[in-house]
């Protein structure tokens, strides 16, 4: 389905009925990567996802895909669907969209899951990174991301016991448009540094890792969750960046018991 929202054409996706989640996905991927979670979380509640402007099948916007950007995307979705609240779940890039909703939509907010993100911003090294990452982008197309990002993203065991899922998030990634990932590597370098938006979460929150997630490890996790008021956290097993996918049977059985408590 297709929203207007903010000039823009989102594509959206809603199953379920119940208290509303909203689901971020990361970059360079699209609301595809959350299926295994619409199976697990529809019966009690209502899911909505997304594609980011410029990934999936919602075109790209005009200029930066700035955190704030998207976390407005999402504000605006709600209002198009008539959606007060939702508990609002972001994977990595939909985690820092997660810091600004915090930030620009408290109100909106009933729960957070921050799963397999980081409230630091890019230091120079990463900028610089990011932006040799979107000249090539320019010159080889999506490609060049898929290249950066695959072997990044999957932890050891998915990548020796599960080359299916390997291939598949590939294709995700080719299905981005050269425009949005240039334009999500301009927002995701330009980020803020969210770490004093931890002490003003005041809404019930998950933080979760994996300990095979080499770009938003434990550790961090563990620190995000110490300051976050109130907070919990989960470290799961056999998974990397994408846990949701690579081991969705602990992903989905931590924000389960979130989710219930919740309620
Ligand atoms: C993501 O999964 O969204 C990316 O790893 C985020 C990033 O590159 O910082």
């Known amino acids: 389905m297709k929203a207007r929202i903010a000039g823009a054409e989102i594509n959206y996706d809603v199953q379920g009925d119940g208290p509303a989640l909203l ?3 990361g970059f360079p991927c699209d609301l595809t990567t959350w299926q295994p979670q619409v199976e697990a979380l529809a019966s009690a509640w209502r899911v909505v996802r997304f594609d980011a402007r410029g990934f999936g099948a919602s075109p790209p916007g005009d200029g930066a895909l700035t955190m704030e950007r998207i976390a407005d995307d999402a504000a605006g979705l709600l209002d198009h669907l008539d959606l007060g609240q939702a508990v609002f779940i972001g994977l990595s890039m939909g985690g820092y969209a997660g810091f600004a909703f915090v930030r620009r939509h408290a109100e909106r907010l009933r729960g957070l899951v921050l799963t397999n993100t980081r409230a630091l911003p890019d230091d120079p090294e990463a900028r610089r990174r990011r932006a040799e990452l979107a000249e090539q982008v320019r010159q080889r197309g999506v490609e060049a991301a898929a290249e950066a990002f695959l072997p990044k993203v999957v932890g050891d065991t998915t990548r020796r016991d599960n080359p299916a899922l390997v291939e598949r998030l590939r294709a995700t990634m080719l299905g981005a448009s050269r ?7 301009a927002g995701l370098a330009a980020r803020a540094d969210s770490r004093p938006t931890l002490r003003e979460i005041a809404v019930p929150t998950l933080v979760i890792s994996a300990d095979e997630d080499g770009i938003s490890p434990p550790d961090e996790a563990r620190a995000m969750q110490a300051a976050i008021p109130g907070s919990r956290v989960a470290i799961l097993p056999r998974a990397g960046h994408m846990s949701n996918l690579e081991n969705p049977a602990a992903w989905n059985a931590a924000v389960l ?7």
């Open 23 to 25: 689901l971020l996905h």
């Open 179 to 185: 425009q949005g990932v240039i334009d999500a590597l």
């Open 257 to 263: 018991a979130f989710l219930r408590e919740l309620r």
